[in-house]
């Protein structure tokens, strides 16, 4: 997998929820993961997973983490990546 290729697409795909409000992420929560595929530059196809949870407590802090694979070996160790959002609707640790 070509670690490049794979954490761009994860950071795209990423940046289409970052915009997302906190309500509408609230609604990601206890639901089945939202999962796709994506083509890279390169032809490879990549397997998407994006699932949102509280940080800590329900109505608290939202963090919503992303994986990235190309079905091989990968799948059984991800890449990842993830954003928490708070309440205000603002980024934490950022």
């Known amino acids: 997998m070509d670690k490049t290729e794979a954490k761009r ?13 906190y309500a509408e992420l609230i609604q ?8 796709g595929e994506r083509i890279g530059p390169s ?7 994006v699932e949102a949870f509280w940080d800590h407590k329900p109505y608290g802090n939202i963090r919503v983490v992303g ?3 190309d ?13 928490i959002k708070s309440p205000s609707g603002k980024f934490v640790g950022e």
């Not at 697409?9 to 409000?21: A, G, H, N, P, V």
């Not at 032809?43 to 997973?49: C, D, L, P, R």
């Open 43 to 49: 032809g490879k196809n990549y397997q998407i997973e």
């Open 67 to 69: 994986c990235v694979d």
């Open 28 to 35: 990601m929560i206890d639901t089945e993961p939202i999962t």
């Open 71 to 83: 079905g091989g070996w990968r799948a059984f160790v991800p890449l990842s990546d993830d954003f």
């Open 9 to 21: 697409i994860l950071r795209d795909e990423l940046e289409l929820f970052r915009t997302k409000s």
